[in-house]
């Protein structure tokens, strides 16, 4: 049966924004504004002109932005109570930006109508009506974002239809149904949504959600199926509170399982490096569990789950990771048996040999470290390594001779300074090396790399991405065992290293150990 095509309406860079620890700057907007576009959206919301210098700012910078396929849409209310519509400052602030769609929000729930804003019920309708028409009169698309419609219906579902009517009268191009508050289950979401688009049979609906019930694709999912065309969301999530409905999420549920039609369907595998990217421009680390694009999505860490997709990928994977841009992934612990590490061994170009007694050594000494409180689930570095050390492919690029880490609290000078000393054999030459900063963990990493520039330049360009302490014993107190994880980068590629002693400092050299190691097993060759 043809299904029709659904339109898809993003609003990270206005609703996404307005979630905690969110920020784009001006430049990051338009970035994430051409990636959208290029992904296939229909509609890029860019902010709300004249909430903030910084929305007021993108929208004169997109002037002179061409988009290939998406409008470009800017958000506000509608006219001020008892205010002529060609006299509220803010709905011109919303002519001049210039965007070829322009999306207001009106009251529907009476609630607000008498409470919040202060004004009658009969003038709340005016108000939509007479903004609707004027932005039309002035040759502009408009959707109409019917605010807190749920809750509105549920109070007086007469009010909360006339209110659509009026946008309808004004001549909206769409009226979208919003779960403001996020609370709508969906039973009542759905037997709500196809009331509407019954009685509006002559324009199109669409949904926007929250997440503050966990249901804010499940609801969008459920607003496609009782008949709506538009689907709002976020990249990744972001959003008031607990976030709006996750594009994410909604993009491959809606063209892979329910077999919609959209037009950015056929950039689906570019789905993970949208999101990331994203991720990128707001500073925010990627949530590694996020369904479809996280970077555990398809991992597997059971030796069951892991053989079994390995022989029938679609045994434990419910889509073909590459169909949004990810991929499996194997993890290692002591969980794993055989054919599991014999799997990751595969993912790094190698193949071992079943039988091979190397690779029994190898499991054994994999459980001993796991025991001891070594994890290897995100420390592909070191792992390579270990598994190269038994295969007996692994150069030794440096010997420690010793290492010391000196601590000074100088309350004179209200300073904390960190010294530390190490001592490498390298190629048959001591290498001596003294670096300070102001943590322990700096001052060694800068003292082993600075060891190690002379005879491996290539050194240099690692930099630490990011540094994690576990403690892993809590009844111990301060003597408990210290798991430390560090992420590496040379600018190019990312790895995982991992150490872990009952002496910080001393888990904290082997993980750092092991990421110079890795970049210089790399570089030489072993790059699969």
């Known amino acids: 049966m043809h299904k029709p095509k659904i339109f898809t309406y993003d609003t990270t860079l206005r609703d996404g924004t307005q979630g905690e620890n969110v920020s784009f700057s001006v430049s990051s907007k338009l970035r994430v504004a051409e990636k959208l576009d290029h992904f296939g959206i229909d509609y890029i919301e860019g902010g709300w002109p004249g909430s903030n210098p910084r929305d007021m700012a993108f929208f004169d910078e997109a002037r002179d932005h061409v988009f290939k396929h998406a409008k470009l849409a800017a958000f506000g209310s509608t006219r001020r109570a008892n205010v002529p519509v060609a006299e509220d400052a803010q709905i011109q602030l919303l002519l001049d930006a210039g965007t070829p769609v322009i999306t207001i929000f009106g009251k529907t729930w009476l609630l607000h109508v008498t409470e919040i804003i202060r004004t009658t019920p009969e003038e709340n309708l005016a108000m939509i009506e007479d903004s609707v028409r004027h932005l039309k009169s002035q040759g502009r698309e408009v959707i109409y974002d019917a605010e807190h419609f749920f809750d509105g219906y549920k109070d007086n579902s007469e009010y909360a239809l006339k209110t659509l009517e009026a946008a309808q009268r004004g001549g909206a191009d769409c009226i979208t149904l919003c779960d403001t508050n996020g609370g709508c289950m969906l039973s009542e979401f759905k037997e709500m949504v196809q009331i509407v688009v019954a009685r509006f049979p002559n324009i199109p609906v669409g949904v926007h959600c929250h997440d503050d019930s966990g249901l804010g694709v499940a ?48 950039h689906l595998n570019r789905l993970r490096d949208l999101s990331l990217f994203v991720d990128e421009m707001a500073n925010l680390r990627p949530n590694t569990r996020a369904p479809y694009v996280g970077a555990s999505s398809f991992a597997h860490k059971g030796g069951v789950h892991a053989d079994a997709a390995n022989k029938v990928a679609r045994s434990y994977e419910h889509i073909d990771p590459s169909l949004v841009g990810n991929r499996t992934r194997v993890l290692v612990s002591d969980m794993s048996g055989r054919s599991l590490v014999m799997m990751k061994a595969k993912e790094f170009g190698l193949e071992i040999d079943a039988r091979s007694p190397q690779l029994k050594d190898f499991l054994e000494e994999l459980k001993q470290l796991e025991f001891r409180g070594y994890e290897f689930e995100a420390a592909d570095g070191s792992f390579r390594l270990l598994l190269d050390r038994f295969l007996n492919n692994k150069k030794d690029y440096f010997e420690l001779v010793s290492y010391r880490v000196i601590v000074e609290r100088n309350e004179e000078r209200d300073e904390i300074l960190s010294e530390a000393t190490v001592k490498l054999r390298v ?16 001052a060694l990493d800068g003292a082993l790399r600075q060891a190690l520039e002379q005879d491996y330049p290539s050194v240099a360009q690692v930099k630490l991405a990011d540094f994690k302490v576990r403690i892993l014993e809590s009844s111990d107190g301060a003597d408990a065992r210290i798991r430390v994880q560090v992420e590496s980068t040379d600018g190019e590629n990312y790895w995982g290293t991992v150490g872990a002693s ?24 072993h790059n699969s």
């Open 219 to 266: 609801l969008t999912l459920a607003g496609v199926e009782a008949g709506v065309s538009l689907v709002q969301g976020t990249m990744n999530g972001y959003g008031e509170r607990n976030g709006n409905a996750n594009m994410a999420s909604i993009l491959p549920n809606l063209s892979l399982k329910m077999h919609y039609p959209m037009h950015c369907e056929s």
């Open 427 to 442: 190629n048959g030459e001591l290498r001596h090396t003294v670096h300070e900063a102001r943590g322990p963990v700096g």
């Open 502 to 525: 009952d002496n910080i400092i001393e888990a904290s050299w082997e993980a750092l150990k092991d990421s110079v190691e890795y970049k210089l097993h790399f570089d030489n060759g």
